[in-house]
């Protein structure tokens, strides 16, 4: 079992001080503290970019960011927050570093959550934006849910995305493996904020294994685009990104996987620490060559 390292231990026990979990708060006040913002040290701040602004693109609301020096090419991505919280302003800080990273435009997706609009809306929507984007070329991205969204887009897309990126994602809706037991508890997101997550996104549990829903349980992922597949070693999801990882090799996709030890689930956003840092380099080193 990984451990955390210190840092990461202080910012668990302070999360669990600060706010209540998911399940335990109306839907509404959920989504109200996602969004709130974190302190800059610790989120990073948004980089000066070109333009930055709200529009719609197959009837789905995006926001569009813009580099200075832009480059050919369109990073989608589709925040976490298990389908349920999330939006582009609790994921504004780092789809902008992604663009000024990348100098491409980035759209960040505000997909339709659930409980008002269960599976496959989610999908849907990501799908729909993705097909409207059809002759460019196009990298998925996300975190967590949204990681698992962008594994489901690669999949249903083969043969029209440069990549994926997938950062801690959730590719099993309808198993635990071990980390759900080792990490349920004070490691932020805990196997019961997991297990209401998919209560409100998918209630239906033959539905759960739909490779839309759980894309590790698709026949094959052969065809899909290369993927960049990051976990973190102390997190209840990490066993399932371990096992896509493998899968996707398996099934012979271009594969990188890239596990960060001893931090925490949503270690991406905190952009104002070295961990989240250092993998915005490496993702944005692998996709140079390939993009």
């Known amino acids: 079992m990984s451990e955390l390292t210190l840092k990461y231990r202080v910012i668990a026990a302070l999360a669990s001080v ?3 979990a998911t399940e335990t708060v109306s839907t509404a006040r959920a989504r109200a503290m996602m969004r709130k913002p ?4 610790l989120m990073g701040r948004r980089p000066k970019l070109r333009a930055v602004h709200d529009e719609a693109l197959a009837g789905v609301k995006v926001r569009r960011y813009v580099p200075e020096g832009v480059k050919p090419g369109v990073l989608l991505y589709f ?3 298990g389908w349920v919280i999330g939006d582009v302003e609790s994921h504004d800080v780092p789809a902008s570093l992604l663009a000024a990273a990348t100098q491409r435009e980035v759209l960040s997706l505000d997909y339709r959550l659930a409980p008002e609009h269960r599976y496959p809306a989610a999908l849907d929507d990501c799908l729909a ?3 409207a ?3 460019q070329r196009v990298v998925v991205a996300g975190d967590s849910a949204g990681g698992g969204l962008a594994a489901s887009v690669a999949n249903a897309c083969k043969g029209a995305l440069v990549a994926q990126v997938l950062l801690y994602p959730v590719t099993d809706c309808a198993a635990e493996t071990p980390s759900y037991e080792a990490y349920a508890t004070g490691h932020l997101l805990s196997r019961e904020t997991m297990r209401y997550f998919r209560r409100e996104y998918v209630p239906d549990d033959a539905r ?8 590790l349980r698709a ?3 052969s065809g899909a685009a290369p993927a960049y597949v990051v976990t973190a070693g102390c997190d209840v999801l990490r066993d399932e990104g371990r096992a896509y990882a493998k899968k996707l090799v398996a099934d012979g996709v271009d594969t990188c996987a890239d596990e960060v030890p001893g931090v925490l689930h949503g270690f991406f956003n905190l952009q104002g620490l070295r961990e989240g840092q250092a993998v915005l ?5 692998w996709l140079a060559p390939r993009w």
Do not use: D, I, N
């Not at 974190?38 to 040290?41: E, H, K, L, V, Y």
């Not at 380099?281 to 080193?285: A, D, G, L, S, W």
């Open 38 to 41: 974190g302190p800059a040290f």
């Open 208 to 215: 759960r294994r739909e490779p839309g829903c759980s894309p």
């Open 129 to 131: 934006v993705t097909r």
């Open 79 to 81: 925040h976490g927050g």
């Open 281 to 285: 380099e490496r993702v944005v080193q």
């Open 133 to 135: 984007l059809a002759g």
């Open 219 to 221: 026949t094959s992922l």
């Open 18 to 20: 600060a706010s209540p």
